[in-house]
């Protein structure tokens, strides 16, 4: 980034429309290392045990909220049983929820489904996609630090391979787990959140 600011800056006579373009590619570059430093800061807390406050969250109520104006990609459909309440960061839990989402975009082929219930003590919140999925022998490589697939690279040549892990962890901060499996909805992946559920608000 520097190198090419460098020698646009060096340049007697620029021309406008590929200075454009320029700013434009460092502008996507500049916020995919945002996005790295993001990951790295909250991997960082994870690993120190920070803590993060906590409160009621309803998982469906948090999925319509993300999902609000996403317009371009797979098609994405939610299925929501109505409130299912855990107890966790509402950012966090926002987090494991765009990073499953982002990744079922880069596989997904046409639709996106996402489901919200409660089974048993468990909230549970999957995401299906109707891609090639993940192999069998490759389900728990996929939630190691900077672990990609080779799909993955080729699809999203910028991305860290720290999305997952990070779910996974933040999961596993607040008692749950998150999984991965073959779709029976959709035939590709599919990614299962579940954290302890809170009883439904009182009156």
Do not use: T, Y
């Given at each position: 980034m520097r190198t090419r600011i460098e020698v646009e800056l060096s340049d007697p006579e620029?021309?406008?429309?590929?200075?454009e373009l320029l700013l434009t590619a460092l502008l996507a570059d500049t916020e995919?290392?945002?996005?790295?430093?993001?990951d790295l800061l909250e991997l960082a807390r994870l690993d120190t045990g920070a803590t993060a406050a906590s409160e009621?969250?309803?998982l469906s109520a948090l999925v319509a909220e993300e999902l609000v104006g996403r317009?371009?990609?797979?098609?994405?459909?939610?299925?929501?049983?109505?409130?299912?309440?855990?107890?966790?960061n509402r950012l966090r839990v926002a987090r494991v929820l765009t990073n499953?989402?982002?990744n079922a975009e880069r596989h997904a082929r046409s639709r996106i489904d996402i489901t919200v219930d409660r089974e048993g003590e468990s909230a549970v919140l999957r995401v299906h996609d109707d891609g090639a999925g993940v192999p069998e022998r490759d389900r728990e490589r996929v939630f190691e630090r900077f672990a990609r697939l080779r799909e993955s690279r080729e699809?999203?040549?910028?991305?860290?391979?720290?999305?997952?892990?990070?779910?996974?962890?933040?999961?596993?901060d607040y008692g749950g787990t998150l999984t991965v499996g073959?779709?029976?909805r959709l035939g590709g992946a599919v990614f299962t959140f579940r954290l302890?559920?809170?009883?439904?608000?009182?009156?």
């Open positions: 620029p021309d406008p429309h590929a200075r995919r290392l945002e996005n790295i430093v993001a009621r969250v309803d317009r371009n990609g797979p098609v994405i459909q939610v299925h929501s049983a109505g409130p299912v309440w855990v107890l966790a499953l989402v982002a699809r999203d040549p910028g991305g860290s391979g720290l999305g997952l892990p990070i779910s996974r962890e933040i999961a596993e073959a779709s029976d302890p559920a809170e009883p439904g608000r009182l009156a």
